[in-house]
């Protein structure tokens, strides 16, 4: 078997494409599902029970059934039944922030409650409102205990994106099998396509350990 | 050397006059336990009032209940003339005014030693970050940790992380201030510099309300004394009644538990010790 590696290169621009693509659409993600986790974290700790159980069932579907399936229906299920239109870029954008946010709530709840109750009656004695105690005392102390959690839930994102390419979002996946598929070059086409993932994953992988050790906690 | 040292006490302060902080029958439930089962007695403007009993007898929940940290379920809280409880009450207004002192510090860790006692009055109040770093600085040097104010708090001694708790709550210019037993998670070695901030305090005229088993203190600094149990006050009054001449026999188990018979000169040694907090 000969190896042509020369529909690597000719194809290269669209390879680079797809990779931007793939890193833009987990940035954006990212950059939704911070605060959507957060809020929805938030809401599991509200004192209102309908308000807790409802976002727990929301957050419960979102982490319980595949990604696969969460985007398949925003995209099929929402303009046949509700007759609401998104482009291809917008339904995976929708599809993996849902996704991701319910995840982030879980680990943002977690860091809120690991706060000790001390900490919330010294800010509070010092006449602090609640949203003042969240916001300066136990939200800081929760987030920097949470980053590395954070950070692993971003390289898992970084490589779920590839599976928008099931409704033709042109990401690094998308492209790379459109270009397997009319060049039958499978082999240089799969390699070039891991090859980029690995160039891009790897750095993430090493500074989500090297944030583990850093903001390690110490009590 | 073993001559006996002849603490004199002071008078009842303020008694006569109406009293700036009261607790009346206080009753505070958690399920079927009593965590005070109706506690009643009275704190006046510069009196130091501290509370000894054994553990679980409710000083702790006293002291949350005062400050509105917890919700009673009988009795009234009154802080010159206001109800803490009633509904009516911003409970935070109250609670700027008394300021609150945890056996385990509840430092901000994420904060530096100058942001933990700035941060009350910026956020509370409004204050402007550098009058409150001018309030912070000057507190600070009160209690003698001038030179720490941008260290973390991590990376100081127990004792030391104390007095900065001491400088956050004075940083809100309190009336009364709470103390909840703020030397026993502490070294031997540093119990003292924190005490004697405190004796420091209430010399000042600082009106204070400690719950400790440092005995030595209570009897020297302490105004009056209110002895706990099983979430009743068992007996109060001033110390050389309560110490010497106990008319319940529930304080006389109590303070023999500790170890108390009579006065202890190594501990009361504590005190007058020379400490770093010194300028
Ligand atoms: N948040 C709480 N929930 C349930 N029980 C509590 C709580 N806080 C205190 N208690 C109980 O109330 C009693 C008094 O506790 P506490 O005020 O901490 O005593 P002390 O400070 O005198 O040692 C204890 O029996 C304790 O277990
Ligand atoms: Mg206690």
Redesign the pocket.
């Known amino acids: 078997m000969t190896l042509d590696w020369s529909v690597v290169w000719d194809n290269r621009w669209r390879l680079i494409a797809g990779a931007e693509m793939t890193v833009i659409l987990t940035a954006t993600t990212m950059a939704l599902a911070l605060p959507g986790g957060l809020l929805l974290a938030l809401l599991r700790l509200s004192h209102v029970h309908l308000v807790r159980s409802s976002t727990t069932g929301f957050v419960e579907f979102f982490r319980a059934t595949p990604l696969i399936l969460q985007i398949y229906w925003i995209f099929y299920v929402l303009p046949a039944a509700f007759d609401i239109r998104l482009s291809e870029f917008v339904t995976a954008l929708l599809g993996l922030s849902l996704n991701v946010s319910s995840f982030n709530s879980e680990t943002f709840r977690a860091g809120i409650l690991s706060i000790r109750p001390g900490q919330w009656n010294a800010a509070l004695a010092l006449g602090m409102t609640k949203p003042q105690v969240l916001r300066k005392i136990i939200l800081p102390q929760a987030t920097l205990r949470v980053l590395p959690a954070l950070a692993s839930t971003w390289v898992s994102l970084f490589k779920d994106t590839s599976l928008v390419s099931i409704i033709a979002v042109a990401d690094l996946s998308y492209v790379s099998l459109k270009i397997r598929s009319e060049t039958y070059r499978v082999l240089e086409v799969l390699t070039a396509m891991g090859a980029l993932y690995c160039l891009m994953g790897y750095p993430q992988a090493k500074l989500v350990d090297w944030m583990h050790r850093r903001f390690k906690v110490v009590e | 050397m073993i001559a006996k040292r002849k603490t004199k006490s002071r008078p009842r302060i303020g008694s006569g006059t109406a009293p700036i902080l009261s607790f009346e029958g206080v009753v505070?439930r958690?399920?079927p336990?009593e965590?005070?089962a109706g506690v009643s007695f009275q704190v006046h403007r510069g009196e130091v009032v501290c509370?000894i009993?054994?553990?679980?007898?409710?000083?702790?929940?006293?002291?949350?209940c005062a400050n509105a940290l917890?919700t009673i379920d009988g009795g009234r809280v009154v802080l010159e003339g206001v109800e803490v409880h009633d509904r009516r009450t911003d409970a935070r207004k109250l609670r700027r005014r008394m300021g609150m002192v945890f056996q385990n510090f509840e430092l901000f860790p994420h904060l530096t030693v100058l942001r933990n006692v700035a941060v009350g009055p910026t956020t509370v109040l409004g204050m402007p970050q550098r009058q409150a770093a001018e309030r912070a600085t000057e507190l600070l040097r009160k209690v003698g940790l001038a030179d720490k104010a941008a260290h973390y708090p991590a990376s100081l001694s127990g004792g030391q992380q104390q007095r900065v708790a001491i400088a956050r709550a004075l940083a809100m210019q309190p009336d009364v201030m709470l103390f909840?037993?703020p030397t026993s998670a502490l070294d031997p070695e540093t119990i003292g510099e924190v005490l004697s901030v405190m004796k420091r305090l209430a010399d000042e005229g600082m009106t204070m309300v400690v719950?400790t088993h440092e005995m030595d203190f209570a009897k020297r600094v302490g105004n009056w004394i209110v002895v706990?149990d099983h979430?009743k006050v068992v007996e109060q009054g001033p110390p050389q009644q309560v110490f010497d001449e106990p008319t319940v026999q529930r304080t006389r188990d109590f303070l023999s538990h500790l170890g108390w018979h009579g006065e202890s000169l190594a501990a009361a040694d504590l005190l007058v010790q020379p400490s770093s907090t010194d300028p």
């Not at chain 2, 009993?53 to 949350?64: D, Q, V």
């Open positions: 505070k958690y399920g336990l965590a005070l509370l009993g054994p553990s679980g007898s409710g000083k702790s929940t006293l002291l949350r917890e909840d037993e719950v706990f979430g």
